[in-house]
């Protein structure tokens, strides 16, 4: 598939989830096969305008992760135009609008999903960032505001007659945030009424779920909480969706997936990261403020909090990591769930 000259290998989309999938974790996941597309972190179109430091820092991506899409957000047009021409400057692929993010702090600035109850000016948004680059301009949005404005069918068609070359629309409301289950139905009808590809987003969490809702008519599926659990869901979808069984996946690889992100964190932090396109900051804020390792270990943290839910003791080895103080440590706690575990299973 498409998006607009963009050829995707896989409909499979890796979800952008705040905090979650920087560049270290998109590239791993994208090494285990069947991601057709990357979306970095949200980044504030102020800050790429700016120039600010740790704004350019949600934005590094590298070559291996090809095609990308820098999703960005704010509420003015002109700002969200010349924003969306500084992406195109870095060599993204895509540039994409977040229109779903019900976080008050992104809302309460008329960006994110707030965008979704202003919806001519939202579609001014999008006709001021296609004039100004020639890179597909992409929309994320919601099911609605709340139950009492859902409106993303609308907005669909005004932002696609606005120049937009796909959306991806999540089946929730602002107000639901995460709870509840998202509505694929609602979701699949919108893909009905506009000619660019849709895709679903929400409660993907197995490979049978993404396949079963390709099956409903959307174009593809963004995968956000299902992939920090499991990062070859994508390549296990894949494998269904050619007829083939989901391969399986050791305890082994899933430790080695910990250990290799580690290790790409520290390469990064250390300047002995290869290939990338906008390189890291000499002087990473969100790194430095925090010091190397501490800053390596919240991010382990951060993904183990989702990576080892149903795990067998998954509970004991969070609060283990969750108290390391050291690389060390943590190697030798991971070690010691997924593989020593393993070994005593099988004795």
Known sequence: MKIGPIQL???FVVSPMAGMTDTAFRRLVKRQGGCGLVVSEMVSSEGLIRGIDRTLEYAEYTEEERPVSIQIFGGEPAKMAEAARVVEQMGANIVDVNMGCPVPKIAKHNAGCSLMREPAHAAEIIAAMSKAVKIPVTVKMRKGWDDGEINAGDLAKRVEDAGAKAIAIHGRTAKQSYTGCADWHFVTEVA???SIPVFGSGDCIEPEDI????KSGVSGVYVGRGVLRNPWILAQARDLMEGK?????????RGQFLLDYMNLLLSEIDGEAEGFRHAPSPKPQAREAVGRERWVINKIRALCSWYTKGFEGGAQFRIGVNSAKSIAELEDLIEKFFVLNKIVASA
Do not use: H, L, N
Request: charged fraction near 35%.
């Open 9 to 11: 290998e896989s409909p």
């Open 192 to 194: 009905k009424t506009v």
């Open 211 to 214: 396949i079963s809702r390709m």
């Open 245 to 253: 069984p989901a391969r399986s996946i050791t305890d082994e690889e």
